[in-house]
């Protein structure tokens, strides 16, 4: 799904937006000292007129995204004119609202533009790659420099825990209902799990405004399960490693004896790769001297491929349908006929294998 992903900076664009600084409850001070000469002054609480900044995590589940077709835009943009932003999004089929906004863009180091333009778009079964589309083609915006996030409707707890760390206080509040409309990433789908941050403002116990947005989606992270199978090995090429950088011309005796390879240096490890039908033996036998000249650990290697069809984990099945990389100790070498147990590990997102990896877990017959 296209889109220029910035990390999380929106959430903090978000907070901004929505919030006025904490530190706006200190401006009130008592400094001047109580006259004794004239009668005391009864002083408000300023909580109760100024809002104050609370936040809250949770979790929740999606219900529905985007919702009512709705949408946050952030671009930056060197345009004043919001009102002819606003319409140039109104101008896309599908579009029926846009509310926008310029705040400075005070990082102009990073992105050359004055301006970061912020504006809700409201729709008709607008689809997200559409509209993105659509925006990266406007000309006002910088490009490349478009950010696209719909709005979801969240299933979730509505008496929440909120937390002013600035200034050691709590509050718990009911939202009411069981729903609430959240910012979330471009790749958050229906039924997806996430963990939301809700930003809110207080005037004392009364809730002023809130807006969430989503702060890692639960359902998109890779959940690791593991499983024993048993499947046959294709050998593809055999490989032998030395610990350590020995330089190619080195090997001048296989190239004496005519013998194919190929030679590759990786993180400290010298490694010969050859063809799957070559007489490795002969190889070990040329180079048995090598690990003592070089004082280098020699070690061999058989990779190949196993299929793997189907992976059983607590008593449910998943595909997997693919051809897996493994290798083997050469000294514990199979009979290509028989069938070794691997120990698999897959990785699950959103419950669907997205990756898998093999190793043998039995000893074997070396092949004669």
Known sequence: MAKNNNGKWFAILVIVLFLSSTFSVFL????????????????????????????ATLDGNILEVP????????????????????????????VYNVAGSITLNKDTNKITANYIYI???????????????????????????????PYAKVSYNSLVDFTNKDLNSKKQYDLGGNEIVVLVEP????????????????????LANYGAFELQNLSAQPQAINSIYSSKFTNSFYAISFDGNIAKDKFKVLNDKNLDYNYEFSYSTTY??????????????????FSKDY???????????????TISYMDKNYDANRLVNTFLDYNKYIDLNSNLEYNLTAYLVRDKIVSVSANPIFDVNKVN
């Open 28 to 55: 009130y001070t008592s400094g001047n000292k109580e006259d004794t000469n004239t009668t005391t002054t009864t002083v408000t609480d300023p909580t109760t007129t100024i809002p104050i900044s609370y936040t």
């Open 67 to 94: 919702t009512a077709s709705s949408f946050r835009l952030m671009a930056y943009t060197n345009e004043t004119d919001v009102d002819k932003l606003d319409l140039s999004l109104r101008d896309v089929n599908g």
């Open 119 to 149: 504006a809700d778009i409201v729709g008709t079964s607008l689809d997200y790659n559409f509209l993105y589309g659509k925006i990266n083609d406007n000309n006002s915006f910088i490009k490349g420099q478009t950010n696209l996030f």
């Open 187 to 206: 790749d958050t789908f229906v039924n997806d799990k996430i963990s939301f941050s809700i930003a809110a403002q207080f005037k004392g116990d009364a």
């Open 272 to 289: 010969l790769t050859i063809d799957k039908d070559a007489n490795l033996s002969k190889y070990l036998t040329l180079l048995n001297g």
């Open 295 to 309: 004082n280098a650990k020699e070690n061999s290697f058989v990779y190949g491929t196993i299929f793997v069809d």
